[in-house]
């Protein structure tokens, strides 16, 4: 599995920003796909979850009203649209994946196998 994330960018607060993340290698139907995010001296931040068959997902408070995920099948890309963001939202944002199958149901790093090589988001205020 291969996943490459890009979008990043410089944004001011208020602002809006689309992150992609290309997933190659394997057919997803049966795999969970999240978004993390690490700020500097920070650990490593759940964003939200999307299961690619069916498309439910569940975001993490902090984002949640502002953040939206989708996939699109045909591309085997998976979108994390960002309204509204703040300075606090500046991070390094990952995305990630794990079939279905092996999924703790907890969205910690660590539940997460395959993980995709970050994209800079840095929100100035």
């Known amino acids: 599995v291969q996943l490459q994330a890009s979008g990043g960018g410089l944004v001011q607060a208020g602002g809006s920003l689309r992150l992609s993340c290309a997933a190659s290698g394997r057919t997803f139907s049966s795999y969970a796909m999240g978004w993390f995010r690490q700020a500097p001296g920070k650990e490593r931040e759940f964003v939200g979850r999307i299961w690619w068959s069916g498309g439910a997902t569940y975001y993490a408070d902090a984002v949640k009203g502002r953040f939206t995920m989708s996939r699109d099948n045909a591309k085997n890309t998976m979108y994390l649209q960002m309204n509204s963001l703040k300075p606090e939202d500046t991070a390094v944002y990952y995305c990630?994946?794990?079939?279905?199958?092996?999924?703790?149901?907890?969205?910690?790093?660590?539940?997460?196998?395959?993980w995709g090589q970050g994209t800079q988001v840095t929100v100035s205020s």
């Open positions: 990630a994946a794990v079939i279905g199958s092996r999924f703790s149901g907890s969205d910690d790093p660590g539940s997460y196998d395959y």
